[in-house]
Structure formats: structure tokens, C-alpha cells
């Protein structure tokens, strides 16, 4: 079973930056961001395919980018422009399949039911 581990969370003011990480334990294919904020459900945020295509919904184009490592199974997170909408707690994502991909608010691998491995969370807060 895959292992991912986030950092990198904290608190920001409106305007500013965080970069969030995850290291998963083994070889991933498809890896991917999910935040969920008190009172609401879960919804996708990006994901990076096998072959280092990225997707994001709509909420975080232009301001969020994802990347990966694949020499240290790690993905990261590069939040600009934060705004308090942000604030939440963010999960990392991860499959064997891929590809993936996001529409609306929701993102989501090509084969089988979503991805299979999650994160503990971590918390991001954004203050106006």
C-alpha cells in the first residue's frame, strides 16, 4: 500500500503564497490535490498525470500549479494569489493509473473508481 505524506501547509495572508508537498512511499502513476473546507464537501483541485500533464478546476486556474519529481515521488503544490476561498484542508492524492483528469470541481483517473491512495490532510489558512 502507497504511503503519501504532505507538508508545507500554514497560514497566509490574502495575496501571498504557499507551496504544499507529498511524498508517496512507492512509484505513483497519476497524483493529484483535494481540499475540503468546514461545512463542505470534498472537491478536486488538480491533478498531474504519468507523463507530467497537469489539469486544474476552475477556482484555481492561473493562480495554482502543480508539479512532480518522479525521481523522489513527490508532487508539489505552488498556491499564488491565495484568497481566504482557499482556506481548507488539503489532501494528496494518488493512483497507478495514468492518466487523470479535472472538469468543474471535480478530478478524476481514467481506469477504476478514483484514486485509491490519500493523505492525512493538511491545513491551509488564508486571512484577509
Known amino acids: 500500500r502507497v504511503q503519501l505524506v504532505e507538508s508545507g501547509g500554514g497560514s497566509v495572508q490574502s495575496g501571498g503564497s504557499l507551496k504544499l508537498s507529498c511524498a508517496a512511499s512507492?512509484?505513483?502513476?497519476?497524483m493529484g490535490w483535494f481540499r475540503q473546507a468546514p461545512g463542505k464537501k470534498r472537491e478536486g483541485v488538480t491533478c498531474?498525470?504519468?507523463?507530467?500533464?497537469?489539469y486544474y478546476t476552475d477556482s484555481v486556474k492561473g493562480r495554482f500549479t502543480i508539479s512532480r519529481d518522479n525521481a523522489k515521488n513527490t508532487v508539489y503544490l505552488q498556491m499564488n494569489e491565495l484568497k481566504p476561498d482557499d482556506t481548507a484542508m488539503y489532501y494528496c492524492?494518488?493512483?497507478?493509473?495514468?492518466?487523470?483528469?479535472?472538469?468543474?470541481?471535480?478530478?478524476?483517473?481514467?481506469?477504476?473508481?478514483?484514486?485509491?491512495?490519500w493523505g492525512q490532510g493538511i491545513q491551509v489558512a488564508v486571512s484577509s
Open positions: 492524492a494518488a493512483d497507478h493509473s495514468t492518466v487523470c483528469g479535472c472538469a468543474g470541481t471535480s478530478c478524476v483517473v481514467v481506469l477504476g473508481l478514483g484514486f485509491d491512495y
Open positions: 512507492d512509484r505513483v502513476g497519476s
Open positions: 498531474i498525470d504519468s507523463s507530467g500533464k497537469s
